[in-house]
């Protein structure tokens, strides 16, 4: 008798689970209904605040005190000049650090101490990289709140992040593929660069792609630099002061809602969304050539 009773409780028990695996699907399923839907009803409302304002005129004027007159020219700029510098100081290190903990640097306690800390500082709110950027690059290099000083904050906030995708893309690549390379009389740098890194390349280009994205998106640690709100002059070099599209959507929500300037920040939402939207579209496509070559 005591085999059936066994058999019974186990049947009891996965039938528990499968129905608690059921009421999980059903609970993560509305949630995520619940979230779509919240997203898409703010998408909708800013759509509709701020279509009307997308015009011509109000990607090439300049800031104005009239929300009529107001336009997005100089951060458009601004943000190119500070993503542009931003991911030339930081993917050659991100990239190369990867590329040393993972195939060069020695297994020790040290390594095990790197990678702990990168994951921390993947972590790391992004005003505290505001706060290390004022105090070391604004006071202690005297760059002041320039573009140079706003890159290299952001390039510091973006490259535990990429080094942490790139490990993981370079860490996926079959060891047999090495191992193939070095029995061939290749060297290991030689293996690296011409067998590991091509393919890892698709999921490098994720992590960079998102790292690009959330410092396109950066505010709080630009507003602690002291970046500008309203520049009327186009940036020509890395030591001017500077704004960009994020802190002036930040300059145009806090002004009165009377005055109209909420119209344009939602405008001006429209096309950060674009511009984050399309960086995403053009790394897919580079993930995919590179996965089919």
């Known amino acids: 008798m005591a085999a059936p009773v066994i058999i019974l409780r186990a049947t009891g028990r996965v039938a528990r689970r499968q129905a608690l695996s059921r009421g999980s699907r059903w609970v993560l399923l509305a949630a995520s209904l619940v979230g779509v839907g919240v997203l ?13 304002r997308l015009t011509w005129d109000f990607l090439t004027s300049y800031p104005s005190r009239f929300a009529e007159r107001a336009g997005l020219r100089s951060s458009i700029i601004g943000t190119v000049w500070v993503l542009g510098a931003t ?5 050659p290190v991100a990239i190369g650090t990867a590329i040393w903990i993972e195939e060069f640097a020695p297994k020790n306690p040290l390594l095990t101490v790197v990678k702990l800390n990168l994951a921390n500082l993947a972590g790391v709110p992004s005003i505290i990289y505001g706060i290390l950027g004022l105090a070391v690059f604004v006071r202690f290099a005297s760059l002041g709140p320039s573009i140079l000083a706003g890159a ?5 906030m973006i490259i535990p992040m990429t080094v942490i995708a790139a490990q993981e893309a370079i860490r996926q690549v079959p060891q047999s593929l090495r191992d193939g390379s070095l029995a061939l009389g ?9 067998h590991v890194l091509p393919q890892a390349l698709p999921g ?5 792609i998102l790292a690009v994205s959330r410092a396109a998106g950066e505010t709080a640690a630009l507003i602690m630099l002291g970046a500008f709100t309203f520049i009327a002059w186009d940036n020509t070099n890395l030591f001017e002061d500077f704004t960009t599209v994020p802190i002036q959507i930040y300059n145009w929500t806090v002004r009165p809602r009377q005055q109209g300037f909420q119209v344009n920040a939602s405008a001006a939402i429209i096309v950060l969304m674009a511009a984050v939207l399309t960086l995403n579209l053009i790394a897919a496509v580079i993930r995919e050539r590179f996965r089919h070559e």
């Open 87 to 91: 991911i030339v100081l930081a993917l």
């Open 152 to 156: 290299l904050t952001l390039a510091a």
């Open 186 to 194: 290749a060297t290991h740098w030689q293996t690296v660069r011409h």
């Open 204 to 208: 490098i280009m994720t992590g960079i």
């Open 40 to 52: 898409a009803y703010l998408a909708y409302d800013t759509i509709d605040t701020g279509a009307s």
